[in-house]
T-cell receptor
Framework: DGGITQSPKYLFRKEGQNVTLSCEQN?????MYWYRQDPGQGLRLIYY???????QKGDIAEGYSVSREKKESFPLTVTSAQKNPTAFYLC???????????FGSGTRLTVV | AQSVTQLGSHVSVSEGALVLLRCNYSSSVPPYLFWYVQYPNQGLQLLLKYTTGATLVKGINGFEAEFKKSETSFHLTKPSAHMSDAAEYFC?????????????FGKGTKLSVKP
C-alpha cells in the first residue's frame, strides 16, 4: 500500500548534536512538507518542497535544514542551532492543490 | 493572507450527544477546506474536504461539514458521539486556483467524550 513512512518513531539525542529525521513516500506525490507540533500550538511549517532539488523555508525554518534529491525522500536535519528541538515532527505530501495532504505517523524527538 | 480560527481548544461531550467543532477561515479567493483528525502520537488523517460543488460534505466515521460562504465557516458535526471520536481535530484552508498553495492549519480542538 502507498503511504508515507517516517522513521524512527522515537528519537533521543544529546543537546548540541545534529539529528536527521527520515521521510519517504511511495505515492508519487510532487510536494512534501515538514511540520513541527507542540502542545496547544497546532502545526507549524518548517520547510516544503514542490519539486525535486528545490525547497522553500516555512514559518520556523531557523535551526533546520532539508534536502530533496529524490522525489520519494525529504529528510529533515535538526541542527544544534535549533534552540528548542524537543517536539513532535510530522512529514506530509500532496499531489496537487485541493487534494489535501497525506501525513506520516510522526517522529517524537527528545533532546536531553 | 489566509487564516483559520478554531473556536475552543477543548470540547467535551457525552457519548451519544451531538458533536460540533467550529472553524472559521479568511481567504481572498474561494477556498479549499479540510478537516483532519489526530489520535495521540499519530499523524493526521483526512476526515473530509470541500473543494467545489455541494456545500455539505460527508466524511469518514459519520462526520460532515457545511461550507457557508456568507459566514466564512466550515463547522464539523456528528449527530451522535462515540468514545472512539476522542481525538484532536484540525481545520485547514488552502487557496484555490493558480499555483499550488500550502495548507494553513488551525490550532486544533481536542474532543473529549464522556461515557
Amino acid at each position: 500500500d502507498g503511504g508515507i513512512t517516517q522513521s524512527p518513531k522515537y528519537l533521543f539525542r544529546k543537546e548540541g548534536q545534529n539529528v536527521t529525521l527520515s521521510c519517504e513516500q511511495n505515492l508519487n506525490h510532487d510536494a512534501m512538507y515538514w511540520y513541527r507540533q507542540d502542545p496547544g500550538q497546532g502545526l507549524r511549517l518548517i520547510y516544503y518542497s514542490q519539486i525535486v532539488n528545490d525547497f522553500q523555508k516555512g514559518d520556523i525554518a531557523e535551526g533546520y535544514s532539508v534536502s530533496r534529491e529524490k522525489k520519494e525522500s525529504f529528510p529533515l536535519t535538526v541542527t544544534s542551532a535549533q534552540k528548542n528541538p524537543t517536539a513532535f515532527y510530522l512529514c506530509a505530501s500532496s499531489i496537487r492543490q485541493g487534494g489535501g495532504y497525506t501525513f506520516g505517523s510522526g517522529t517524537r524527538l527528545t533532546v536531553v | 493572507a489566509q487564516s483559520v480560527t478554531q473556536l475552543g481548544s477543548h470540547v467535551s461531550v457525552s457519548e451519544g450527544a451531538l458533536v460540533l467543532l467550529r472553524c472559521n477561515y479568511s481567504s481572498s479567493v474561494p477556498p479549499y477546506l479540510f478537516w483532519y483528525v489526530q489520535y495521540p502520537n499519530q499523524g493526521l488523517q483526512l476526515l473530509l474536504k470541500y473543494t467545489t460543488g455541494a456545500t455539505l460534505v460527508k466524511g469518514i466515521n459519520g462526520f460532515e461539514a457545511e461550507f457557508k460562504k456568507s459566514e466564512t465557516s466550515f463547522h464539523l458535526t456528528k449527530p451522535s458521539a462515540h468514545m472512539s471520536d476522542a481525538a484532536e481535530y484540525f481545520c485547514a484552508v488552502a487557496e484555490s486556483g493558480g499555483s499550488q498553495g500550502n495548507l494553513i492549519f488551525g490550532k486544533g480542538t481536542k474532543l473529549s467524550v464522556k461515557p
